[in-house]
């Protein structure tokens, strides 16, 4: 609403922007924690069929206003994160703007990875962590999170921790603080747990080293604007036993210029959902130039 490139009616608008009634947000660690029906989340608790209501008033419109692009802005609170029929993703004019993109459906140059909701640890990240040399980071990469349920998180503990300089371990070991992880590492990883988006990615990001992103599926969050391997390293699964080969190979000058870059980005578009939705909306204003 605050957008300076707000249009005064839909008719001089390029872009319309439904109300995001499909982006539930309940899960821990965001909004509110974990408690569906507080007013904290962006949806309409309790109506369901917004989701397929969406795609009805989207075509409506599109219909009423010929030419003009449709925002939708998704995240629903369940496992299967396309849970309408596919061709809703592919209607021509429909931009999805959405939390957890999958590249079986994300259509580039058209539609836009949202991160996940920012946490209040994203906007904590000390001085020192984003100043301090590389040479003086006390951990080589590091990961802490649940380890149970995911292959992938399992085979990183299993080839890489040392409890040295290199720390996979269980969200549950007080061994490690969290914090002190993020913000003494060179390599934060993010890696899928139960779904292939991670909330650890604002984190990764904002915590003062360099984000590594290891998945098959997931589109980087607003990979459109900037391209995540100019701040980040993506590595596929099926690479991961390449793992700390592949960052040891980035020499230290790469890695500061990465690591630089993060910090930008994260203060510009990760680090509040104000800056997430902020980028966005720059986004689609400049794009439809």
Not at 17 to 22: D, E, F, G, R, V
Not at 44 to 58: H, S
Not at 147 to 163: D, G, K, T, Y
Request: some cysteine; aromatic content about 12%; charged content about 20%.
């Amino acid at each position: 609403m605050k957008s300076p490139c707000r249009a005064v009616t839909p008719d001089e608008a390029e872009v319309l922007m439904l109300p995001p009634y499909s982006a539930l947000e309940c899960n821990w660690p965001a909004y509110g924690g974990g408690v569906c029906d507080r007013e904290a989340n962006t949806y309409r608790y309790g109506t369901n069929k917004c989701q397929q209501e969406l795609i009805d008033v989207a075509t409506k419109l599109q219909a009423r206003y010929a030419g003009k692009r449709i925002l939708l802005i998704d995240q629903n609170p369940y496992w299967e994160p396309y849970n309408l029929p596919a061709a809703s993703y592919a209607i021509e004019g429909h931009i999805w703007a959405k939390v957890n993109s999958l590249s079986a459906f994300y259509r580039p140059h058209v539609d836009i990875s949202m991160p996940p909701a920012a946490v209040d640890r994203c906007r904590r990240t000390p001085a020192f962590a984003y100043d301090e040399p590389l040479a003086q980071k006390k951990f080589f990469l590091s990961f802490k999170g649940n380890l149970e349920n995911s292959p992938v998180r399992q085979a990183v503990l299993r080839n890489f921790n040392n409890n040295k300089d290199q720390v996979i371990h269980h969200s549950w070991d007080p061994s490690y603080d969290f914090d002190y992880l993020l913000h003494t590492s060179r390599f934060n990883l993010i890696l899928r747990g139960d779904v292939e988006f991670s909330y650890r990615f604002n984190e990764a990001v904002c915590s003062g080293g360099v984000p590594v992103l290891v998945t098959d599926h997931w589109i980087p969050p607003f990979n459109e604007l900037f391209p995540f391997e100019s701040y980040g390293v993506f590595v596929h699964e099926k690479d991961v036993g390449s793992l700390l080969s592949i960052l040891k190979a980035l020499p230290d000058q790469e890695v500061e210029k990465r690591r630089s870059k993060a910090r930008i980005y994260c203060q510009s578009s990760f680090q509040t959902t104000e800056a997430s939705v902020a980028a966005l909306m720059n986004h689609i204003t400049q794009s439809s130039r």
